[in-house]
């Protein structure tokens, strides 16, 4: 049913200048707002309020073979123009749709970077969740997302469920110190793909963006680094070395 995330919304003000700042931390031109990386896209709309990640949009092959499943699942949907809109009572008040996939477009041209220091590709969306059962049931049961890795890591507090989605990973997070409620579900963070994690960092610092020094990731073999300034307000993180859970 679901192929691929096709793309995320991000709600920001073009004033305070979000689309140049993500047109800098990618080291990719935008669109209209519009980022195209090689296995997502990323749509910044104009908001005056707090900047945030305002939804996510699915890609499947038939929009209507995609509804009567949900139906069947117990995932109510209301077709909108182009997209089937997931009530937001059944996604846990995480904003979703989905879309028929047309043929891909190209990447968003570079812009102030070369392919090995730029930001190609997402790595994982993070969820952050009060309730993992429960997001097992809708994310594997009733998306039909496959679950790669269920770990709980006390030095972490978290519990961390990975959903393999086409290119990437739908990250689910618990904090196991709050236990469980009904509370409803965050869409919160963005983890980047890099090709060279020094070049890419080395580019960002000269360009002013506010890093961490790059450390080790959980992940054997990767390494990390924290983007403070230039998100949005969105917690963000580069991973390079990439390896798989």
Request: aromatic share 6%; net charge neutral; glycine share 8%.
């Amino acid at each position: 049913m679901i192929t691929a995330l096709d793309h995320l919304v991000l709600r920001a003000s073009f004033v305070d200048g979000a689309v140049g700042a993500y047109e800098t931390l990618l080291g990719r031109r935008a669109q209209d707002g519009h980022f195209r990386l090689g296995n997502v896209g990323l749509v910044i709309e104009d908001e005056a309020t707090t900047a945030h990640l305002s939804g996510m949009v699915f890609a499947t092959d038939s929009l209507d073979k995609a509804a009567q499943r949900l139906e069947r699942r117990g995932v109510p949907s209301t077709r909108e123009a182009d997209r089937l809109v997931l009530a937001r009572a059944a996604t846990h008040q995480v904003p979703m749709a989905l879309i028929q996939r047309k043929d891909g477009a190209a990447p968003s041209p570079l812009v102030g970077a070369d392919e090995a220091a730029s930001i190609p590709a997402l790595d994982h969306v993070v969820i952050r969740t009060p309730n993992p059962e429960r997001a097992v049931a809708f994310y594997g049961g009733r998306l039909g997302l496959d679950l790669r890795l269920d770990r709980s890591n006390p030095k972490w507090n978290a519990r961390l469920l990975f959903f393999r989605c086409g290119d990437l990973v739908v990250e689910i997070a618990h904090d196991l110190s709050k236990g469980t409620s009904d509370e409803p579900d965050q869409l919160w963070g963005l983890s980047w793909r890099t090709p060279d994690i020094t070049r890419c960092h080395a580019r960002l610092n000269k360009a002013s963006v506010e890093l961490s020094a790059p450390r080790d990731g959980r992940r054997p073999g990767t390494q990390v680094f924290t983007v403070h300034s230039h998100t949005a307000n969105v917690p963000t993180l580069v991973i390079g070395g990439l390896g798989r859970w």
